[in-house]
């Protein structure tokens, strides 16, 4: 069992900028692919960003050079700027590791708002 610890969510102001981070309890070889989704009430969890073990990137339409995903051995990082109400959301953490199992964080609140 993997568990995602989330940190960095929060209340910001429209056009402000938060920074996500997410630490995985496994080795860094382990893990394949490590990503951030998003969620909001009645709607499907959406992928924001994801990263492989090779440095490759990969953001939702709707991200539009906002935000820049990156990671360092097992901990991945979101750092979100120019921010919108339309981006308040749960943010999840995601891993996939080499096996192909999979696991998420416990989510964190992202709220842009005046």
């Known amino acids: 069992q993997v568990h995602l610890v989330e940190s960095g969510g929060g209340l910001v102001q429209p056009g402000g900028s938060l920074r996500l981070s997410c630490t995985a309890s496994?080795?860094?070889?382990?893990?394949?692919?490590m990503a951030w989704y998003r969620q909001t009430p009645g709607k499907r969890r959406e992928v924001v960003a994801r990263i492989d073990r090779g440095g490759r990137t990969e953001y939702g339409d709707f991200v539009k050079d906002r935000f820049t995903i990156a990671r360092d051995n097992a901990e991945v990082s979101l750092q979100m700027n120019s921010l919108k109400p339309e981006d308040t959301a749960v943010y999840y953490c995601y891993a996939m590791l080499t096996d192909y199992s999979n696991f998420w964080g416990q989510g964190t609140q992202v709220t842009v708002s005046s």
């Open positions: 496994t080795k860094s070889f382990e893990i394949s692919v």
